[in-house]
Structure formats: structure tokens, C-alpha cells
């Protein structure tokens, strides 16, 4: 079974400041995914990762695979970007997926 | 408009009085799945399906079943529901099994067992 831890736990930035959240796993992947989940709850799918670099707007997520780590990062970040951010891997072999356990973000106007 | 739905979106029963949470989607998907997510745990998968007729473990099943006889359809049957079953659950799907084109959540259905 795949590991999945992500760092930050909870950050607070100052709306403008450039984010980064941190996913690593144990066991090699296909693919990583990241989510958003918003204050009420909803889940949004934000990228799905195999290699290199994806953007979206200001959301850009890169992931290396040798290093097993991804990052989420969003420039210019704004209050309306307040959510919890989550990464998922599948485990190896079969199409259970593991998540990591979020990383509460809370930006400041 | 593509999307999951879950009913109910709130729940308060008792133990032991059989309960079936239902998930549909309208977009034709071949992956379906069931996570429940507690404070401090984050999400964790219940049951997922392939496809109409294949569905397999997550890694927390024990209390749950499920069933997938259309494909549109994948409802989560609590037999008899617990109090540590208290949770937030999410279905989702997506068109196949590795997410290649991302998940699509329904809204939630917050249970409580007392």
C-alpha cells in the first residue's frame, strides 16, 4: 500500500504570495492526482499528473517521479483559492486509490 | 449538466436500521467508487467498480456493501450501521479506472449513526 504524506498541514498566506504544497508517496506510481475541496465540502478534481508539469490558470502541479514527490503551487494566490488540497496516488497493481490527508489553506485578504 | 448526485445530502438514523445512501452519474462513466472521509484521516475508499457487475475492496469495506447492476448507479448499503460509521461520504466517478481525465465528486452525504 501506498504512503502518502503532504506538507504543509495548514498554511496562512498573505493574498499575492506564491503557494507551494508539498505531496510525496512510497511506492512508484502511474499517476498523481490533486483535488481541491472547498470550505462546503464539494471535491473538485484539479490535475491529473505523470510526468513533468501541468498549468491551470494560476495553478501549475509538477511532479518527479524518480524523487516520488509532487508539488502544487499557485502564484498570485487569492482568498477565493481558500480550500484544502489533497493528492492521491493508486496503489500498484490495482485501482484502489490512497490520499494523502490535505493541506488546509487560508489566504488572507 | 454532467454530474454525480448523492441523496441524501444529510442523514441521522440509529444503529442498526439498514440504510442505503444512492450514487448516480449522467455521463456514461465506467469507474465508480465510495470514499468516506473522517477528521484526521482524511479520504479513504470504501468499495470501487469497474464496471456493471465488477466491483472489488477498498481499504476500509468492512460494514459497507455495494452494488452495480446499471452503470449509471452504484448505491452504498449500510446493513447495520454503527456509530464509528459516522462519517462525510463522497462518491465519484470517471470515465475509466486510472482517473486519465480526472474524478468527478457528488456533494457529500453527511450520516450519523446514534
Known amino acids: 500500500k501506498n504512503e502518502v504524506e503532504q506538507s504543509p498541514q495548514n498554511l496562512t498566506a498573505q493574498e499575492g504570495e506564491f503557494i507551494t504544497i508539498n505531496c510525496s508517496y512510497s511506492v512508484g506510481i502511474s499517476a498523481l492526482h490533486w483535488l481541491q475541496q472547498h470550505p462546503g465540502g464539494g471535491i473538485v478534481s484539479l490535475f491529473m499528473?505523470?510526468?513533468g508539469k501541468k498549468k491551470h490558470g494560476r495553478l501549475i502541479a509538477t511532479i518527479n517521479i524518480q524523487e516520488k514527490h509532487s508539488s502544487l503551487h499557485i502564484t498570485a494566490s487569492h482568498p477565493r483559492d481558500s480550500a484544502v488540497y489533497i493528492c492521491a496516488v493508486p496503489d500498484f497493481g490495482n485501482e484502489k486509490l490512497t490520499f494523502g490527508t490535505g493541506t488546509r489553506l487560508t489566504i488572507i485578504p | 449538466e454532467a454530474q454525480v448526485t448523492q441523496n441524501p445530502r444529510y442523514l441521522i438514523t440509529v444503529t442498526g436500521k439498514k440504510l442505503t445512501v444512492t450514487c448516480s452519474q449522467n455521463m456514461n462513466h465506467e469507474y465508480m467508487s465510495w470514499y468516506r472521509q473522517d477528521p484526521g484521516l482524511g479520504l479513504r475508499q470504501i468499495y470501487y467498480?469497474?464496471?456493471?457487475?465488477?466491483?472489488d475492496k477498498g481499504d476500509v469495506p468492512e460494514g459497507y456493501k455495494v452494488s452495480r447492476k446499471e452503470k449509471r448507479n452504484f448505491p452504498l448499503i449500510l446493513e447495520s450501521p454503527s456509530p464509528n460509521q459516522t462519517s462525510l461520504y463522497f462518491c465519484?466517478?470517471?470515465?475509466?479506472?486510472?482517473?486519465?481525465?480526472?474524478?468527478?465528486f457528488g456533494s457529500g452525504t453527511r450520516l450519523t449513526v446514534v
Open positions: 499528473l505523470s510526468s
Open positions: 465519484a466517478s470517471s470515465l475509466e479506472s486510472r482517473g486519465r481525465y480526472g474524478y468527478t
Open positions: 467498480s469497474m464496471n456493471v457487475e465488477v466491483t
